[in-house]
Structures are given as structure tokens and as C-alpha cells.
């Protein structure tokens, strides 16, 4: 696998997709190449309103400012879920956390518990 420090950040738009289209085809196997290779990609899609976009980094900054040891109770047997801070990657400035399931109302609930045990309906919205 590269590491993150040798490979390069792939950015692939994903709006007009459509499922059989030959776009969708070459998007699908950028986005296998790109997980098989470096474990990850960038999705652009503006889909969403700079509101949107607002709520969501303003939703994750808390997360990202917490102190690490609270970030490393974020684990997973799976590579690249749970958080992998800067010495788990080797880079200084890269972090991110993955979240089982984080279409599931429940499993959100219980993220947001682990990282702040006094609460944070912010977050969980």
C-alpha cells in the first residue's frame, strides 16, 4: 500500500452520476484504484449549500479539537476506521476519524457518547 506521505490526494467528482453509465463506470474504477492504492480519495460534490457545508465543519471542528487521547478511544480492527492521528500516519497535519455506521441513528448516538460522555446533541444532528 502507498503511504500517505508518497501518494497524492485523488479528487473525483461524483455529482451526475448515473448507475450503467459509462461515467459511472470510470468513476467506480477510479475509486476502487484509489482505495486499493492509498486507502482513500477525495469526493467533490456540490450538491450541497455553503449552509450545509457551514453545519458540517462546524459540527467536526469540536471533534478535531478534542485532546488525543479522547480522538484514540475512536478503534477499529478494520484499517483506515476509528481515528488515525498524525503519528499513526506519519504526517503531521493529517487526522480522521472513521464512523461505523454513520447513517445509523444509534451508532452516531454512541460515537458522539465515546467522544464527549456529557453529551453533544450538536454533533449528533
Known amino acids: 500500500m502507498v503511504s500517505v506521505s508518497q501518494s497524492k490526494l485523488l479528487v473525483i467528482n461524483m455529482e451526475d452520476l448515473k448507475p450503467g453509465t459509462e461515467s459511472w463506470v470510470t468513476t467506480s ?21 455553503q449552509e450545509v457545508k457551514k453545519e458540517v465543519y462546524d459540527a467536526l ?3 478535531f479539537d478534542l485532546p488525543s487521547e479522547t480522538k484514540m478511544k475512536n478503534t477499529s480492527h ?6 488515525l492521528g498524525p503519528s499513526s500516519l506519519g504526517s503531521p497535519l493529517y487526522e480522521s476519524f472513521g464512523i461505523e455506521y454513520c447513517t445509523s441513528y444509534d451508532d452516531v ?9 456529557s ?5 449528533r444532528q
Open 29 to 49: 474504477h477510479k475509486v476502487r484504484r484509489s482505495l486499493e492504492e492509498c486507502g482513500f480519495f477525495m469526493a467533490v460534490y456540490g450538491g450541497f449549500s
Open 61 to 63: 471542528k469540536p471533534l
Open 119 to 123: 453529551g453533544n446533541e450538536n454533533f
Open 109 to 117: 448516538q454512541s460515537f458522539a457518547n465515546l467522544m464527549w460522555p
Open 78 to 83: 478494520k484499517p483506515f476506521h476509528g481515528y
